[in-house]
């Protein structure tokens, strides 16, 4: 395929339908967990299962420790494609899978040696099945390699816009990790045994992405070129991604951390509770920025600023106009949420919290795209070096804010951070003028802007309000948004994009 086919089929539908994949490939596994896991605990007993998720755990996130090298993969991958530099794309393949192999082994070993400590004396674990954990703590360190090189193999994919190949092997492998799980706990196997089912399902997993990358770029299999020259750019553009990976969590969570220490773990729940709803809604803007990593690295690497500029408007208001009608919703209607879910003491305790933390969401989505943005563009370090100075500030903040006002402070310390990381980030795109901020400010997203804060005004009010009265207002709401959004908001070619994948007839 070349170049001009590459960068030209980079279109607004593209994109979109790259998202909606991405975005059934996040949603599957997680309906199948909600499926499979009661049967897994069925088979497998309480304790086992516990210790199996942490083996999940460790499997998965074990791609956090790649120093950014996946992510770097398909940076480097995209620059070459949109400068047509195929020849050049093996050296990058071959160059960041073997130091992400080396990484693997050098953690592997760490994991092995520390496998007794922690399973031995930092985890309380039965002793009828203390040796069968120690057994799958050990051959998890033997997957690390495995797990670490995927990513690159997977970057090369995403560089060249098929997310179709990579959620058609993710998905099966996310929902097969359950599946095989069942399995072998149908048959009896011990935790070791459910462990070495899974890595040869990685082992697989791995040749299948091999034999997609050499089909997209024959040269692949062809050149073996390991470039020591390459390692400072592959290692100072993956560093900061690192150190983003790191800090962001920090900064998300430290909040619970704070209200157990500062108040205590008996009214964590009441914090806790609307956030494991409100997160969810993260799959949302994650579909967008996984999609347009790649697609901002390649228009970076053909100076094409016109198109980042306007694919960067379009998904900030493609993702507020995905989320809005949700978080007006389940903020509005909070406390009969909860009080259906949860019960009434969490409707009265919960209900401000659930509202402060959905905005909050709402907020944090729209912050993560000048941080694709930025990466996209080459430039990582100045996202890392924001998180960094804002999580130094942030901790005494919420600190106070806890003590002062409870968990309802915890919130307020979680939103006011949103809203600060949306002030410093744009100012930034736009004062480095990455983004036009006269072109990306303008009618459209005005008329959002208004939405959003004329929303927050009724949220204010709706405990006052009887249910009929908020039912009414909710749907007059949305079906006033729903008709600006269509007719004012939205571009001739997103309706018809939209219209192509709901099945609609052009009005």
């Known amino acids: 395929m070349q170049v001009n086919q590459i960068s030209n089929s980079l279109t607004g539908k593209l994109i979109l339908k790259n998202t909606v994949i991405n975005f059934i490939g996040q949603v599957l596994p997680i309906l199948a967990a909600i499926i499979g896991v009661p049967v897994l605990i069925k088979f497998l007993g309480v304790e086992r299962f516990g210790i199996l ?16 090298l996946g992510r770097a993969t398909t940076k480097f991958v995209s620059e070459e494609i949109a400068k047509s530099n195929f020849e050049k794309i093996p050296k990058i393949f071959w160059t960041s899978a073997l130091v992400q192999f080396g990484i693997g082994v050098l953690i592997g070993m760490v994991f092995f040696a520390l496998t007794p400590i922690v399973v031995e004396k930092f985890l309380k674990i039965s002793p009828s099945i203390l040796e069968e954990t120690k057994l799958a703590f050990y051959l998890i360190s033997f997957s690390a390699p495995i797990i670490l090189v995927s990513t690159s193999f997977q970057g090369v ?5 098929r997310f179709d190949l990579v959620n058609a092997v993710i998905v099966p492998v996310k929902i097969g990790v359950l599946i095989l799980s069942i399995v072998g706990a149908l048959l009896n196997l011990k935790l070791y045994g459910i462990i070495f089912l899974l890595i040869l399902m990685r082992v697989f997993m791995i040749l299948v992405l ?26 100072s553009f993956g560093g900061w991604v690192t150190v983003v990976n790191i800090v962001n969590p920090v900064l998300i ?46 228009l970076s690497g053909g100076n094409q600023d016109e198109r980042i500029s ?8 493609l993702t507020f106009i995905a989320l809005f009608p949700i978080v007006f919703v389940i903020s509005f209607f909070s406390s009969e949420i909860l009080n259906l879910w949860l019960g009434h003491e969490f409707a009265l305790k919960s209900s401000n919290i659930f509202k402060i933390l959905a905005y909050g969401i709402l907020l944090n989505s729209i912050a993560g795209f000048p941080m694709i943005l930025f990466q996209g563009i080459g430039k990582p370090d100045v996202i890392a070096k924001v998180y960094i100075a804002e999580l130094v500030l942030y901790i005494p903040l919420l600190s106070l804010f ?30 480095k003028k ?16 208004l939405f959003f804060l004329l929303s927050i005004l009724i949220v204010m009010y709706a405990d006052s309000l009887s249910l009929i009265f908020k039912f009414i207002s909710a749907v007059s709401l949305l079906c006033v948004f729903m008709y600006v959004v269509w007719f004012r908001v939205l571009s001739g070619e997103e309706r018809n994009a939209v219209k192509v994948f709901v099945k609609i007839k052009k009005f």
């Open 53 to 68: 998720s942490l083996l999940w755990m460790v499997m998965w996130y074990s791609t956090m420790l790649d120093l950014g």
């Open 434 to 449: 990455t983004i036009r901020m006269k072109e990306f400010i303008n009618a459209e997203m005005l008329e959002l802007g």
């Open 210 to 235: 091999f034999f997609l990358d050499v089909k997209i770029n024959p040269e692949i299999r062809k050149v073996f070129n390991f470039d020591f020259n390459l390692l400072p750019s592959l290692f």
């Open 253 to 298: 969570y430290s909040d619970r951390f704070l209200i157990g220490a500062i108040l205590s773990t008996s009214v964590l729940a009441y914090y806790t509770a609307p956030f494991e709803v409100v997160q969810r809604l993260w799959v949302i803007p994650a579909s967008f920025t996984m999609t347009l990593f790649p697609a901002f690295s390649l």
């Open 310 to 317: 306007n694919l960067f408007s379009r998904a900030v208001k």
């Open 157 to 161: 994919l995403e560089a060249y816009q």
């Open 402 to 431: 806890i003590y002062k006002f409870g968990i309802v402070g915890a919130g307020l310390g979680w939103i006011i951070r949103q809203v600060i990381d949306i002030v410093i980030l744009f100012g930034l795109i736009f004062g």
